[in-house]
């Protein structure tokens, strides 16, 4: 499966891929579902009779069963409680005097819990209850948009306005939710969604958009939706309306086709942002006009799933493509530079970091392996060369209490690590848990033949990981994680490669606070090992810790993970609320109460973070880990097998023990001029008309960049602004609303 630069999005494969011939967008307009019937065809005509077991609970599940939001129980559950305690009091049950009375209440037992003893005895708690509180916080957050912004790409759920990118809008926040609103079992919501699509909805709208964004969040929308109502028929929120299924597919097609002019670049890595109208590619205005590395390889579970619907090999080909010009640069103990020039394919800079603009390049090795059924072992190699980088570089340790920190490089591996983790980094605990045992749980897990210790220990990775992110919560004065967090590491820095086996260091067994008794430390475990930063102190609703406890709860059956997660939903509940107690909002600090809210709701609050919170307390027979991917944006993709369509089109170049390629040094001469390296000092400003752009408009850019992002000091405050969320909040695209990468 050669990769030929030269095709354009329009040509197809008809010969090798077995296409109709026809345009796909005849086939699309045939109502009798041409398209249904070759997506039957790709993955075998039994997949819709192999349904999971919760197919035969009824529509309502998993709640249903309250009529009343907790929103407005607040006050019901307010009078009862005091009336409760009222009768008690005159029982005598709370009266000063019952221990008189009621001495065996005492009982010595109750005493002894364990450190997690706020939740022990928790076989009483009514998970399906806090779904549906889940559920009940989506439908308020939504028929608030709904009533105020309906159609709009971006919302401020304060002010009670939005805005669309386009005159039409793109669908940015009502495509994102819809798979949501399906395993919610939202009907009502989804067949407005779906009227609106039907009537607004169109992609040839003359507006740049970001390439990756639009991937993840409104084709990964789409194609998750189409899985969904395509696969289990009649499960999520069956609809009763005139328009087809079909629409899902189509637009993502249609959608598809217009983002792949963004690879049209001498190397095949996509261009920062792409014309939906003319699908020219556009280079970032900033960065030198590189795209970051986590986007360009953060594209391939969509755009692969596609080609797996459509049988159409073009878009198969330009995702995977990427993985190949990436890996030929052999970065040594596969931990990449987050910047990548799209012309040549080599990287900019040698800044490391798992969180923006790194974290999914990770996500999405391991993930495009259990994608295709773990028939593509190289992007296991990847991952596992990735995981030995990560334990050799950037683990360490943090003062005083042995939080495991992911820290990063900003000068490259030689250099001291900065001891920072964006929210971001949060991925991958339940990535590395996932990785660990193939979605399995660790029971199941452990009695395969290939379960050994480096498995045990990348589960203790993930463990440990996972206590620093909800540390990052439960430091704060909200119970909320700031938006960047630092650490206090240990002088000189204890690294993980620095121990072996159970020697290693570990973070608080217990988040339990000392009582306030005078000469006792009553702050919050890790109060000395955080550092939040003013800068960095806002929350944007996001996901990945929640992310992450679903996958720790999925996989280890802990139920520590999902009481984290009941605390950090209340948490939201309580302090990104909005004043009229209608909608939430991100908000400013997370260190002061009560907050001040920044008047933006991310449409990954309806699509990630809502849906994560809403699975971590739902059955766990709800989309196993097993049969389904999600992408980077919680949209779920079914694992499907290769085929005999599909095959892997590229091979990893051989290395030596050190991992440096063997034909060439690292040659293939990447040369790459000051001008154009403005992390090298005393580099110069950037020009992006250096970047050689095949049919694109970059030659329309060809102005010299500020001087912001193009020299070397500008560069390095660059790097310090990032820790002032610069770098993890930004606004690629103008005129767009605001996008969080
Ligand atoms: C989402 O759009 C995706 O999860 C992406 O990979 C990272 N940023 C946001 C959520 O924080």
Redesign the pocket.
Known sequence: MAYNSQTGPTQRHTDTWQSSGQSRFESIGNSNGGITNKISEAFGGDRRNSLPMYKDKPFSYPGGRRKVPWYRRRRIIGVVLVSIATISWWFGILSPLSHLTRPSEKSPAKKSQSSWSLFAGSGAVDWEDRAQQVKEAFQLSFSDYEKHAWGDDEYHPVAKDGKKMTQNGLGWIIVDALDTMMLMNLTTELQHARQWMHNNLTYDQDHDVST??TT??ILGGLLSAHYLSNSFPGVYAPVNDSLSDDMYIEKAAELADRLLGAFNTQSGVPLASVNLHSQEGIPSHADGGASST?EAT?VQLELKYLSKLTGEAVYWEKAEHVMKVVDDNAEPDGLLPIFIYADRGVFRGNNIRLG?RG??YY?YLIKQYLQTSQEESLYNEMWKESMVGIKKHLLTYSSPSNFTVLAEKQNGLDHPVTPKMD??VC?MPGTIALATTGGQTVAQARRDRSWGSEQEEDLIIAEELMKTCWGMYTVTATGLAGEITHFNLHDPPLMYNDFSGGERPTGPKSFERQPNIPGMDSRPVGTDDYIIKNADAHN?????TV?SLFYMWRITGDEKYRQWGWQMFQAFKKHTLTPDGLAFSSINSVNSVPTTLRDNM???WL???LKYFFLLFSSNDILPLTDVVFN???HAFPRFQLGKLFKTGWERKPRDENGHLIEQAKAEPAIVSKEEQPDIPGAGPVKIATVHLTETRAMSVTSTLSDSSSNTDAVKADREAASATAEATITPIMDEPQ???
């Open positions: 990756f964004e993840i969040r986590a953060s923006s974290d999914s996500e929210h971001l991925f944007l609703q996001r996901p990945e992310e991310e449409s990954f699509a990630e973070t980077t944006e919680a996008l969080v990468t």
